[in-house]
């Protein structure tokens, strides 16, 4: 019962580095979403797919990109890392039931990234 | 669009107390509403959501939360504090119809005093 999955948990990163995180889900759930935490903010939403080969920008888009070309794994990329991502990123997953259903999103544990 | 507000970023209650955790949503058709809690270093679990029908949501572990439409609010309560209850609980928000985002508040963490 693995539900979603996020690789890696730390990560360290230089300024311009890049590099990618892995969500992984095996519920087969049609959306995923990627969120950043920061303290006092909340969850702010990066980017988000609905299906397999499609992808979505969220409120905070700037600095990111996704891919989703299979519909288990969901990949966030950043280009050239900068200390102002410096954030713990969770992964979520949904499966929409309809109409009437609601968007319960099943997490990931998280990865803390810190840019230096 | 949707939107939440979180009254208060820090709660203390004293074990045993009321625990009263306040959200405010605001949208521009009827909303679905959530409350998650997340444990130190742990993603997010949901605790208990709103769609249609009962006002009176009941959640895990004794929390419960009431939609009142009037006041746009969805407050969460429990009648008596546990030390286990101690964590950060987020208030969410997405639309009915099948809206595909869900926006989140900013939090607020809740500790409990023996």
């Known amino acids: 019962n693995a539900g979603v999955t996020q690789t890696p948990k730390f990560r360290v990163l230089k300024t311009g580095q890049s590099m990618t995180l892995l969500c992984a889900q095996d519920m087969n759930h049609e959306y995923m979403y990627w969120y950043r935490q920061d303290p006092g903010m909340g969850l702010r939403l990066i980017h988000y797919?609905?299906?397999?080969?499609?992808?979505a920008k969220g409120e905070v888009p700037d600095g990111y990109n996704v891919s989703r070309l299979k519909k288990q794994n969901f990949l966030l990329g950043l280009e050239s890392a900068a200390p102002s991502q410096t954030s713990v990123y969770f992964c979520a997953s949904y499966q929409p039931t309809g109409r009437s259903g609601a968007n319960v999103l099943t997490f990931g544990a998280g990865s803390r990234l810190t840019v230096l | 669009a949707q939107s939440v507000t979180q009254l208060g970023s820090h709660v203390s209650v004293s074990e045993g107390a009321l625990v009263l955790l306040r959200c405010n949503y605001s949208?521009?058709?009827?909303?679905?509403l959530f409350w998650y809690v997340q444990y130190p270093n742990q993603g997010l679990q949901l605790l208990l959501k709103?769609?249609?029908?009962?006002?009176l949501v009941k959640g895990i572990n004794g929390f419960e939360a009431e939609f009142k439409k009037s006041e746009t609010s969805f407050h969460l309560t429990k009648p008596s504090a546990h030390m286990s209850d101690a964590a950060e609980y987020f208030c969410a928000v997405t639309l009915s119809g099948g809206y595909q985002k869900v926006t989140f508040g900013t939090g607020t963490k809740l500790q409990v005093i023996p």
């Open positions: 709103y769609t249609t029908g009962a006002t």
């Open positions: 949208s521009s058709v009827p909303p679905y």
């Open positions: 797919s609905v299906g397999e080969g499609t992808t």
